[in-house]
């Protein structure tokens, strides 16, 4: 319980901060449209993976999986599903905070994943960015640009990237839909069975609302 609680804490206070990142990170979408956007990270369960890779096809359904450097060596099969499928990005080879890399370290990493993912997918990745745990910097933030990537964070974001404390299904659906705004980023992980369970559900009831789930290929437009 402590560990959760720190864990949610360090998110909350590194958000407040957000405004030395202006110019550079997203966090969410035009508040005056309906659209919102789904977005995946890690990877990790193969299975819950594979079930909302089928989900969002069902669905015809959109959505971003920033994956880590280990599932992507470890799941190919996977990971060029979801490239064909879906919009596959960088979530760094080594999931770490960032911002403690040197410049150089955090520059190779990029160009690793970059370099794994095309022989794995036999494409080029989509130059969007998820840092680990949120953590980045300024320093860090200005590489990605110059490097062409476009950084995302979320402003919709639930409990749910500890495997062996899953909250169930009904805590996934109730707490993204109260947070769910026009313009929203919902973060949601591909560990857990109650996400992989919920995604149905969660899809219904938020088109039920009039939101339009759409792809952050929207933020290349502007």
């Keep these: 319980m402590i560990k959760k609680l720190l864990i949610i804490l360090s998110l909350f206070f590194l958000d407040i901060s957000a405004n030395s990142l202006e110019g550079y ?100 990745i989509r130059k969007f960015f998820r840092p680990p745990m949120g953590f980045i910097d300024k320093e860090k933030a200005q590489i990605l640009k110059q490097r062409g990537y476009l950084i995302f964070k979320w402003n919709v974001q639930i409990y749910d990237y500890v495997h062996y404390d899953d909250q169930g299904v009904d805590y996934v659906v109730k707490n993204i839909t109260n947070q769910v705004k026009p313009g929203s980023i919902i973060l949601m992980h591909t560990l857990t069975d109650s996400n992989a369970k919920a995604l149905p559900i969660l899809i219904e009831k938020l088109q039920a609302q009039g939101y339009e789930f759409s792809s952050l290929m929207d933020f290349l437009a502007r």
Excluded: W
């Design 25 to 124: 990170v997203i966090y969410n979408g035009d508040v005056n449209d309906n659209k919102i956007y789904l977005t995946f990270d890690d990877g990790y369960s193969q299975k819950n993976t594979i079930s909302i890779l089928d989900t969002l096809k069902k669905y015809n359904i959109g959505a971003t999986f920033f994956i880590e450097g280990g599932f992507l060596k470890e799941n190919p099969n996977v990971c060029k599903r979801i490239a064909d499928e879906q919009i596959l990005a960088n979530h760094t080879m080594c999931h770490c905070d960032i911002t403690k890399l040197s410049n150089q370290n955090f520059i190779d990493d990029i160009n690793e994943f970059e370099q794994t993912a095309l022989e794995i997918t036999g494409q080029n």
